[in-house]
DNA sequence: CTAGATGCTCTAGCGACCAGAGCTTCAAGA
DNA sequence: TCTTGAAGCTCTGGTCGCTAGAGCATCTAG
């Protein structure tokens, strides 16, 4: 039975984070001592791990408040626990998908400025004209208005 | 000079972001018609464009405004534009790799578990014991309490 | 016994919007 | 010209996952 600080110490979770989690029903309420502070037992803290840890997986708290209440069922088919990774996999292949396109862009558009005044950066002249760069149009081409 | 509707189609930016990106002076306050409607012009859909494109790019806002006044300034240097950029690719970069190391941590979960009953899931097994996979600590060995 | 670290609750804020209520204005067709 | 329905207006509150601070109470080590 230890206290909220040594939770927070042993899971590198935070302190208001712990009281969040309790507060959104991810963490059961625990005891109290007698002057009204929160007393854990080894058991929340595996939870609290396991919070953790999902949460460095990216996982969305609801995603986790759902793995959390099938792992509370060990009898039961991991199919659903298995589908939410899958789920969050794909969530994850697409992020970096659509970051390593930022990247690239980013890239090309460091290697194209030479460095001279903001009338010819070519940095500033990507960001205003879309056309100068792989992706859908959304810049302004002259003469023509919006629809 | 056209409607917030048009501009928000012109854009791709949808009408309440464009209204929030004046509210919080990322774009200065359009005319009115007699009827108190927002009038735009092809400068601020230019301007708005070129918001649009520095998200697209996973620009903050707060380095957009600085970047929009830079391109306000065509005679100064594009030093400082280059130094954002150049932050903003490695911020993207450091999140693929984060990304990257996630998704080879659930490829991992995902490939080991035998989809059976939950008490032997591998994912949530995973999930529980932070040492099963390659990072630091944050589980509970047995028998060592919180420090 | 006392000081200072830690705990408590509550409220508000972050970024970057989105949704809805309840109203007004505009634009196109009859 | 009138009407109707889309689009506009302001304002409030919600999203996600926390984080920070105010203003207290309690615990713990010296």
Redesign the pocket.
Known sequence: MF????L?AATGV????I??YEQIGLLPEPER??????LYTRKMQERLAFIRHA?DLGF???AIRELLSLSDQPGESCHTADEIAIRQLAEVEARIARLAALRDELRRMLDHCASHTIAECRVIEVLGNHALCAHDDHSVPKGAGPA
Chains 1, 2 share one sequence.
């Open positions: 206290s909220i600080g040594r927070s935070k302190v208001p984070t009281r969040y001592t007698g002057g009204n502070q929160r949460r969305p708290l609801e």
